[in-house]
């Protein structure tokens, strides 16, 4: 998941991701967010679980906390589309798609 959404979060896919895109193909800024978003977390996470030296202060990890859930949000009141189901199917399958 996180090599999906380093990748949207970019705004480009992988040549064998996008093969089958439609040309002109873009990814929605409120998609970027949410990848971006999945991204730093997820390398949060691994400072906190690996990393005995890292602290966290309470405020910034709600803050980190609100920002995700402004996200999630904004992704969910998206409406549906090809660009959102193919975001979750990527989610889902990146590894398979990306070695295309």
């Given amino acids: 998941m996180k090599e999906a959404c380093k990748s949207f979060s970019g705004g480009t896919l992988k040549k064998g991701v996008a093969k089958g895109l439609l040309a002109g193909f873009t990814v929605p800024a409120d998609i970027r967010d949410l990848a971006s978003i999945f ?3 997820q390398d949060k996470r691994h400072l906190a679980d690996y ?6 202060k309470r405020s910034d990890v709600l803050l980190l906390i609100s920002r995700v859930e402004s996200r999630i949000l904004a992704f969910t009141n998206l409406p549906s589309s090809n660009e959102k189901r193919f975001f979750l199917a990527c989610l889902w399958a990146w ?6």
């Fill in 39 to 41: 991204v730093e977390l």
């Fill in 51 to 56: 990393d005995l030296t890292e602290r966290f």
């Fill in 95 to 100: 590894r398979e798609l990306a070695n295309l």
